[in-house]
């Protein structure tokens, strides 16, 4: 496949990488800031632009790989007469902001992607969806390649996806800076915790949740949960968090 | 030693089996439930009791491994002319409840103990605290035949890593429960975000939480944030948990 890439981030190099990997052929990244663009066309051996009106026109493949914030500017910018298939790859963007494009779609890979990560596993899910059938059977063979745990998802369940991920990820983090931030005030080591946060995320892959909950608000002890209110207190924020996820725990057993 | 261990629930089996390992002669098993604790004492070839004024007078170590709401009920109705050094193993309660005895302190393993939990494998960090030099030398003593990551913690310290662990592991885990829910509400599969899991609770083991924090709080993504919201209203649990979570995070950036 030719491959044009618009975006010169930790996602749109992830996926250049595997693109790569699989023999296909980029063509062009582009870039707001040519500098960028030309960073990652270096290492891909390709050209750069920072022109969306300069954008090739014979890619088969173009992945829209942006902030979400300028995904829907960067389309309205990209000219109308491309003929390859348009995809974006943002969990929280609808496919619809791709409709003046005939063929359209998305693949979503489910993963908090930074600097170092790397898709070239192809454990990532990745989700996928098509504006036709024609978009949809093209993006589904496409996703296969890309990774084992390819799946067809509507941009309704792409993004309860998103919504399930920003709860089980980046809150999950929060929480754990919270911890950190609780033993630092403490002078304790957050080595202390790291194995039980290991075993925790280890649980839930082989059980649900639900299932292997413990605590204090697991077993409704109100005595404890007192204690570390009282401990919380001058922390408004972390005590609403507290008492939230304390009522979400007691209703879940009911 | 000789040990009697107070208490027939997982933390004391746990324990049990701990002491068991090391060549330790378990003298006696309590339990407010005879059946249960006679459970637990023909596992380990030792006598059982549901009376706490029948307790033996002669082990050197006695291990307080109940509920932390019957904690102190139990200390009351132990006889106070116990010469053996007497532990709890709670996280949330102070050694004070145990001032009674001449010798006391703490051992509190900093894990989710569940029923299949082993600490044999001396990974489980333990936190140890005595009422005197005389008493922690010895616990200290203790703590480093049971664990490689025994340390010394006081009350206040340890009511702090009890908080954290609620926040990193209790707290975690009712966040994957949610994910959960909105998949299954939505006809995706859970195993979709266990990558995602596992990575995130693998990243702080060598990363500062905040260091690794992704996402649309983070990136300051009104649109998303707006979005996740909406797809949220009708839960407002669920939505008040976001909202607190989002406003964390940010905070954290600034």
């Given at each position: 496949?030719k491959?044009?890439?618009?975006?010169?981030?930790?996602?749109s190099?992830?996926f250049?990488?595997?693109?790569?990997?699989l023999?296909?052929?980029?063509l062009?990244?582009?870039s707001r800031?040519?500098d960028?663009a030309e960073?990652?066309?270096a290492?891909?051996?390709?050209s750069?632009?920072?022109s969306l009106?300069?954008?090739?026109?014979?890619?088969?493949l173009?992945?829209v790989?942006?902030?979400?914030?300028?995904?829907e500017q960067v389309?309205?910018e990209?000219p109308?007469s491309?003929?390859g298939?348009?995809?974006h790859?943002?969990g929280?963007t609808s496919?619809d902001?791709?409709?003046?494009?005939p063929?359209?779609?998305?693949?979503?890979?489910?993963?908090?992607?930074?600097?170092?990560?790397?898709?070239r596993?192809k454990?990532?899910?990745?989700?996928i969806?098509?504006?036709?059938?024609i978009?949809t059977?093209l993006?589904l063979?496409?996703?296969k390649s890309?990774?084992?745990k390819?799946?067809?998802?509507?941009s309704?369940q792409r993004?309860a996806?998103h919504?399930?991920?920003?709860?089980?990820?980046?809150?999950?983090?929060?929480?754990?800076?919270?911890?950190?931030?609780?033993?630092?005030a403490?002078?304790?080591?957050?080595?202390?915790?790291?194995?039980?946060?290991?075993?925790t995320?280890?649980k839930?892959?082989?059980?649900i949740?639900?299932?292997v909950q413990?605590?204090?608000?697991?077993?409704?002890?109100q005595k404890?949960?007192?204690?570390?209110?009282?401990f919380?207190?001058?922390k408004p924020?972390?005590?609403?968090?507290y008492q939230?996820?304390t009522?979400?725990?007691?209703?879940?057993?009911?």
């Open positions: 496949m491959i044009v890439l618009i975006g010169s981030g930790n996602v190099t992830a250049a990488h595997l693109f790569e990997s023999g296909h052929d980029i062009q990244v582009y800031s040519l960028q960073r990652l066309a290492k891909l051996g390709t750069a632009t920072s009106t300069d954008i090739n026109k014979t890619a088969n173009y992945v790989a942006v902030t979400d914030n300028a995904i389309i309205e990209l109308q491309l003929k298939i348009v995809v790859t943002s929280a496919m902001v791709l409709t003046k494009f063929l359209c779609g998305v693949i979503y890979p489910i993963q908090s992607i930074s600097k170092d990560s790397d898709l596993s454990e990532t899910p990745i989700g969806e098509g504006n036709n059938e978009a059977a993006l063979e496409i996703g890309l990774s084992k390819s799946f067809y998802c509507d309704k993004l996806l919504v399930a991920a920003v709860f089980s990820n980046n809150f999950t983090n929060a929480l754990y800076q919270v911890a950190f931030d609780i033993l630092k403490n002078n304790l080591s957050f080595d202390l915790l790291k194995p039980i946060i290991a075993e995320a280890e839930v892959q082989h059980h949740p639900k299932e413990t605590g204090p608000a697991k077993r409704n002890d404890t949960i007192d204690r570390h209110l009282d919380l207190s001058g924020n972390w005590e609403t968090i939230e996820l009522r979400l725990i007691r209703n879940k057993d009911t």
